[in-house]
């Protein structure tokens, strides 16, 4: 069983920076490919950012590609969204995600564990 939890959403001006972490506990390591996710209000759940097990490889929503920066430590079972130029359209929940495999996965029923997400909201 994996226990993911979010911290270091807020409320911050657009054009600002926002540092996500998601820590993992349980059995997780480099075997576990990792997500970001954010689902606004009336929205479906879509993927930001993902990263496979040894952090290698990324995938980034066109959305944010440029602004947002996925990174994991497995030495610290954490994975982090650095945000920066953040505009209002990035106003979510924003929730971390977590499955056994080896490459990148960007569909929500893809992965096995989730997070109870942490709430950002940039104001304009």
């Known amino acids: 069983q994996v226990q993911l939890v979010e911290s270091g959403g807020g409320l911050v001006q657009a054009g600002g920076s926002l540092r996500l972490s998601c820590a993992a506990s349980g059995r997780t390591s480099s075997r576990y490919a990792m997500g970001w996710f954010r689902q606004a209000p009336g929205k479906e759940r879509e993927v930001v950012a993902a990263?496979?097990?040894?952090?290698?490889?990324?995938y980034y929503a066109d959305s944010v590609k440029g602004r947002f920066t996925i990174s994991r430590d497995n030495a610290k079972n954490t994975m982090y969204l650095q945000m920066n130029s953040l505009k209002p359209e990035d106003t979510a929940i924003y929730y971390c995600?977590?499955?056994?495999?080896?490459?990148?996965?960007?569909?929500?029923?893809?992965?096995?564990?989730w997070g109870q997400g942490t709430q950002v909201t940039i104001s304009s």
């Open positions: 995600a977590a499955r056994e495999g080896s490459g990148i996965y960007y569909y929500t029923t893809r992965y096995t564990y």
């Open positions: 990263i496979n097990g040894n952090g290698g490889s990324t």
